[in-house]
């Protein structure tokens, strides 16, 4: 189990987005993990995790992961020649969404994150400690990195005193079917002018229409971004070692 001893939570889905080198961490926590003795979780009928890759060559990382776990994602894009994450990410989540029947969905990345441990705890941690009905990952820097952008962000009450406090599009669990109608809207959003491939263009140009009801994981419960974390604030606590 991973522990985040700046906050004090322990995190189950890192996101190592950007250049390996701006996520120190990542290696450790990730060699760590497929190191450890892979489990037989239950897929929980309140849940469907979805992630995103166009490679037909075998599974990507996140998939690797929950097969480590004993569950099997719904891999999204597989195939898509000429990938732009600004129009088959939102795209592609919205019609999977159309069908998907569980309560929750939990969307990540394929080619940068991983699970850590049952995505099951996730709708627990959910139910628990948020009241929105989606829960972003959180980032360490604003992107696309606009003032208009910022100046929401940094004006969110919820994220004083955290290093992580940017919406980040990477990983993010909600319910179904408030899901549907800001995915649609998602995918019905003009590309951000300087940004045409930017996702997370998209998402941070709704962000303060939808907000409370769209929020951020602003104290790591969920998920823990590892960009731009050079200090070591990380314990791995099957080894009790500082990375």
Known sequence: MLTNTLLGTQPMIVHAQGQQDASPHWSEIRDGFFKSQPQTCSPDPRLTVITWSNDTSGPCIFEQSLNHLGLVPSVLGRGVEEWVNSIHKPTLTLKALQ???????????????????????????????????????????????????????????????????????????????????????????PQLDGWPGSEQGLLKQLFPEWYPNVSVDYRCRIFQTLQYVFDPIFRLDNRCAEI
Request: hydrophobic residues 45%; negative net charge.
């Open 99 to 189: 069908t998907i029947s569980s309560d929750y969905v939990l969307g990540v990345d394929g080619f940068d994150a991983i699970a850590l441990r049952d995505p099951g705890q996730a709708v627990d941690l959910f139910e628990a400690e948020f009241s929105c009905d989606l829960l972003f990952n959180a980032g360490k820097v604003c992107w696309p990195d606009l003032d208009v952008f910022r100046d929401f962000e940094h004006s969110v009450s919820d994220a004083a005193g955290s290093p992580f406090r940017y919406l980040n599009g990477g990983a993010w669990i909600g319910r179904t079917e408030f899901c549907r109608e800001f995915f649609a809207a998602v995918a019905a959003q």
